[in-house]
């Protein structure tokens, strides 16, 4: 009888552990399934981000300051920007719209980042510099000539 218990003991035993290690890799598994699919997200959010960019770039094409306003209507938000300077005769309201809808799609799928937005620039603060509106509060001028 007692052949018989220490008999079962031992396969509970190895029931259990071969249970553990099979638990244990499918965990891991999880775990890189998990990475991969964060991975993707990221570059995903990573193509988004410069669509975005590359987009909200060709209305800021500007030959003067008298080009250049804020455009308070686009919240761009972080991480690019607070406000949309843009060249106020830039008509694409299609794309205006389109940049709105991709901000959404990347604070919904993108892990957002969080800086508080200075005061709106006042007109005296926007200018083209290098043939983009930019607020000249935070634009770096070269000095050099």
Do not use: A, G, H
């Given at each position: 009888m007692l052949k018989k218990i220490l008999i079962l003991l031992i396969l509970v035993i190895i029931v259990v552990v071969y249970s553990s290690n099979k638990a244990a890799q499918q965990g891991t598994e999880g775990v890189d399934d998990w990475f991969q699919i964060e991975d993707f997200v990221q570059s995903e959010c990573k193509g988004l981000e410069v669509v975005?960019?590359?987009a909200i770039d060709e209305t800021?094409?500007?030959?003067?300051?008298?080009?250049?306003?804020v455009d308070e209507s686009t919240y761009l938000g972080c991480p690019f920007g607070c406000r949309l300077i843009r060249n106020n005769g830039y008509k694409n309201e299609e794309q205006i719209s389109l940049?709105?809808?991709?901000?959404?799609?990347?604070?919904?799928?993108?892990?957002?980042?969080?800086y508080k937005c200075d005061v709106a620039p006042v007109p005296e603060d926007i200018e083209c510099v290098n043939n983009k509106c930019v607020d000249n509060r935070y634009s770096i001028k070269d000095d050099l000539n």
């Open positions: 975005i960019n590359s800021r094409t500007c030959n003067s300051s008298s080009d250049c306003f940049i709105k809808e991709q901000i959404k799609q990347y604070n919904e799928k993108c892990s957002l980042c969080k």
